[in-house]
């Protein structure tokens, strides 16, 4: 990790022919983990803050699901697209476009006076986060060493995992805490100092990034990979709610055969010596490959997890927002603990992701164990060493995620994989809400009670252990160390 004393120190900006210096190298990634953490936090206040915002501005409860499911599905639909602009046109300048996109719409969102601006304003977010987001992959890609990539890397799963469940502690906070008479207003006037130091510190410290060779856009590969995208997402965000009827499953076979089309026709525009939109030889990347079949599995169990968590404490407990919230600090100490740990852990490569795997499954049986035995009385305190064991193993498994899943790539396929990759996170996350949303539900009856709540939450528990131990079955198919598939490919 850099000296504090280095980012401090004064420096004037890098030019672009040279490799980026040490200090800039830590300084840019914390401006990418700042725009990692604007969308986190957004992809999850709308969770707490949902019932504030209907009683305010009116509207169905079908309104409540769409102020979620608006960012998601813009941004799922965006984010291939997204990462090929930053190999076009540049990683830097598509990453300031996209946080003063993303920030102008969260002062939509606070200023919206009805429903449907609201979830106008959220599509917007979607859109532009779709925009930022991959760019701070493909530029981590560029900036950092081999030696350092790890390093780098391993941030990502305590942020993810403090921004998860900070989220909705913060939303309950600012929902209750009413600042100047804003309500849930402020949970997106929020970004507004965040997106703003984004953009100045990413003016001053991220790198100029862009593929080596001259590229253009594949507009026929952006429209069937927008479709295709839309047409998986739209289903599994509104099948749940509408009961699962006949055009969810006729959408998501139609997906199927669009996104074959796209196949072909990427690779064949890459056979004539074009410029496709996802380049085919990423799929012959056992690193690749393998880390999309992982990821999506693995994101599904904890977005599914994390909703499920929240609506049972709340609802079935009774627990208030804050305290749901505060439910799961336990699970950040955890990950702050296992970033300690996973550091000189590093060089084993898969083996610590599948420790890590295990762990968490520990975790959330521990969980289950502990609803055994204190049942509907439940308190956090009780839920506590569960949940940092919990927490300690997603450290280890997230940290050497990404440098495994990328350390292959070529320079002329980062905005592409890291579009990708960003792209089958989304997808997860609609997949895992979806199925354990459903999963929940229906065990919990048309006349929930707290018993009924009790076996919801327990058979939920179950299915999320049984995918983490599928993670641990797909994470063979990635290889042992993050440096091997690029090595074998030389």
């Known amino acids: 990790m850099a000296n504090p004393a280095d980012l401090t120190a004064p420096v004037s900006a890098p030019p672009d022919d040279e490799a980026v210096p040490y200090r800039w190298r830590w300084a ?27 009683a305010d501005l009116g509207g169905t409860g079908a309104t409540i699901q769409w102020l979620g499911a608006a960012y998601m599905l813009s941004m799922a639909v965006g984010l291939i697209t997204g990462g090929r602009l930053g190999d076009i046109v540049g990683r830097k300048r598509m990453f300031l476009i996209g946080a003063v996109g993303f920030t102008l719409a969260s002062l939509l969102c606070g200023a919206a006076q009805s429903p449907g601006m ?3 304003a959220r599509v917007a977010q979607g859109l532009f986060g779709a925009v930022m987001l991959p760019q701070g992959l493909g530029m981590i890609k560029e900036m950092f060493p081999p030696k350092e990539m790890a390093a780098a890397f391993s941030f990502f799963g305590p942020v993810m995992g403090l921004s998860a469940v900070g989220g909705p502690i913060l939303a309950g906070w600012l929902v209750q805490a009413d600042y100047f008479g804003s309500g849930w207003r402020m949970i997106f ?29 594949d507009l026929p590969g952006v429209v069937l990979a927008t479709l295709g995208g839309f047409l998986v997402i739209y289903p599994l965000v509104q099948g749940r709610e509408n009961g699962w009827p006949v055009w969810t499953f006729i959408m998501l076979g139609a997906s199927v055969a669009v996104f074959a089309v796209f196949g072909r026709l990427q ?4 056979r004539q010596g074009g410029d496709p939109l996802v380049v085919p030889s990423l799929f012959s990347k056992r690193a690749f490959t393998g ?27 009774g627990y208030s927002t804050l305290k ?16 300690g740990i996973v550091q000189p852990l590093q060089r084993f490569g898969r083996k610590v992701l599948q420790g890590g795997v295990l762990i968490m499954t520990l975790g959330v049986l521990g969980v289950l164990l502990t609803l055994n035995i204190a049942g509907t009385q439940v308190t956090p305190w009780q839920l506590t060493p569960a949940l940092v064991v919990a927490g300690i193993g997603m450290s280890l498994l997230m940290a050497p995620f990404f440098d495994i899943v990328l350390a292959g790539v070529e320079q002329h396929e980062t905005g592409s994989a890291s579009g990708t990759l960003t792209a089958v996170q989304q997808l997860g996350n609609a997949f895992g809400v979806a199925l354990l949303g459903t999963v929940f539900f229906d065990r919990l009856g048309s006349v929930p009670t707290p018993a009924s709540f009790d076996h919801a939450m327990k058979v939920t528990l179950w299915v999320v252990a049984g995918m983490l131990l599928a993670v641990f079955a797909t994470a063979f198919l990635l290889p042992r160390r993050a440096r091997e598939d690029a090595e074998a490919s030389h």
């Open 28 to 54: 840019a990634l914390f401006v990418i983990l700042a725009a990692e953490v604007m969308d986190l936090l957004d992809a999850m206040v709308t969770n707490i803050a949902a019932p504030s915002m209907r």
């Open 118 to 120: 609201l979830i106008a």
């Open 189 to 217: 006037f929020v970004n507004l100092p965040l997106g703003l130091a984004a953009l100045l510190a990413g003016l001053r410290f991220l790198p100029e990034s862009r593929s080596p060779h001259p590229l253009r856009l």
């Open 267 to 270: 690779a064949r525009k890459s």
């Open 291 to 317: 880390g999309m079949a992982t990821g999506l599995v693995f994101f599904a169990g904890m977005a599914g997890f994390m909703l499920v968590f929240n609506l049972f404490t709340q609802i079935g407990l």
């Open 324 to 339: 749901a919230g505060l439910a799961m600090v336990p699970w950040s100490a955890g990950m702050v603990v296992g970033f």
